[in-house]
């Protein structure tokens, strides 16, 4: 059984206005009843137990995580003083649960997935346990397609080189940044290219290795903070050596340049729920196209995402919106500027509308 | 100086979410901070004293008039028990106030219309009195277009007939209805037609006769009324007379049949006030176009109107859209499509959100 390592660090602000600062998205319930938080643990039910469960997050949600997760031993949140993107993240928890045992196998797990089979995906995710178990490769896993997709990276998957627990891992050939649009319809025509998750199963001591060999400046500063766990100055360690550390992704550091990665191919549905165009992908939708996720009239319209609970709406004559009230704010949005959303955060950062961020 | 009969009776719907059932728009304050009622009263000040102005309006509207309004005599509310379109509206006045003075001067204005000029607006108004005065002619007030407008009403000015108090009057030739765009270039490249302002002056006396000539069943209807007026029984009569009245405007009933019209030019700024893309016309614009009233980014936003008082708005994206938070509704409409809104406050009905309209 490996440890597992939930990424809760994301501000979500693609998600504003539901998402905040002291709120984002991994601790909200978007599809279904349950948090995306609540979803990824229940998600490892079975295959981790909370004992072996690590979640990677800022010390403001301590609270939150404990009351959205109270099985989770309270040591088991890993609190990342500062967001240093995924590489240091990665490597603080790989720090953290490699001090136990070098040998730990790890799964590392974005806390704002959707996976809509939940039972392949225990089975994959044990088959690439599995392969990682030796401490030679990184595994990672790697979605198939479902349509093409410019907004998330790639990974070129091999030959196929072995079935661990019944679940076949390929060499993974090359990782690729987000593609543009033909190349994405190419990517998805021709069938060897894979969605890059984010999801990572390695050995501690494997990532320990790798973070030498690439990334050393990243390195040095774990190791600092290596030799204070445990210790009385662990924290003050901790804060003073983290926000120094290198802002990149564990993609960019680590993954991209090791030669030594395997890709598990996947289907088990899959989806980053990166933003509001994702999310209404799990929403029913009307006769034009229309999400409704309230009460009121949508006249002519079409394509259109609205979000307003508690409050009556009516749309007339649009198309292609994104419509949310979120009791003191308020979004419209083109759809196809979903993405443009943490410039819309950053234009009322800059116009001292904090209260709503 | 003339009685002034301001007509408050209107539903407002193509103001909704702001204008509701129960506060329609005539008691809102959307130009500046009076209510458009009150800007009403203020308009004929120096003309006609609160002792003859009257406000006809529903019953449920007493209390609103009463505040709104606090130096009009009580009895000075004329009650319209339910709507009948402005025929029986002007004709339960005239009988009113005919019923005091047959020769009294009447002018009907409108609750819902903003004066640039208000000072010129009060020299034309006493013309029109004068012209009136006679009781031989109905005197209305037509505005000399300013843009090529398909939601008036039009009047063509025939010859000069006359200068009263200095305000010089034309035979009215026709009144026309809404025309087409390419029709409305011409009226506005012509300089004879004139918007229908729906203001009309005239003697009591005077329209009792157009309206036993024109409208016989009106007349019949007022006939009963009339004779109830100052009786213990005036209140029951009104209330089972007027709903039977034939529900038909006074411009349909009797200016477009009468043949004793004259019409005053104005240029005094006027506008009716009908629909959210009028009232845009009186806010401050960015230079996209945009008007923001309330807190938040436009980001690539044009030509945009923002009505979001208390709640922080992010609009990206989108050009020509009516954006109306009003707290329990929201409003999102395309700008050519604001007419509609009336289609919008019916669908509401028959979704049981009563609550709302």
Redesign the interface.
Known sequence: MPSAVIMAGGRGERF??RSRIKMPKQFLSLVGGKTMLQLAVDRIEGLVGPADTYIVAGAEFREIILNQVPELPEDNIIIEPSGRDTAAAVGLAATVLGRKNPREVVAVLPADHYVRDVSRFREVLAGAAAAAEGGEEIVTLGIAPERPETGYGYICRGEECGVFAGVSAHRAVRFVEKPDYERALEYLAGGNYLWNSGIFVFRADLVDRLIKKHAPLLAEGLRKIGESLGTARYRETLEEVYSGLPRISFDYAVMERADNVLVIPCDFGWDDLGSWTALERYAARDEKGNVLEG???L??AADTYVY?PG????????ER?I?V?AG???????K??AG??K??VQ??RE?G?DD?L
Do not use: H, M, N, T
């Open positions: 504003w206005p009460e009121g009239v006249l002519d307003s409050k009556k709406v009516a749309v007339v004559g649009v919106l419509i009230d003191d704010c308020l979004l419209v949005c083109r196809d500027r443009d959303l410039q819309v234009a009322l116009k509308y709503v």
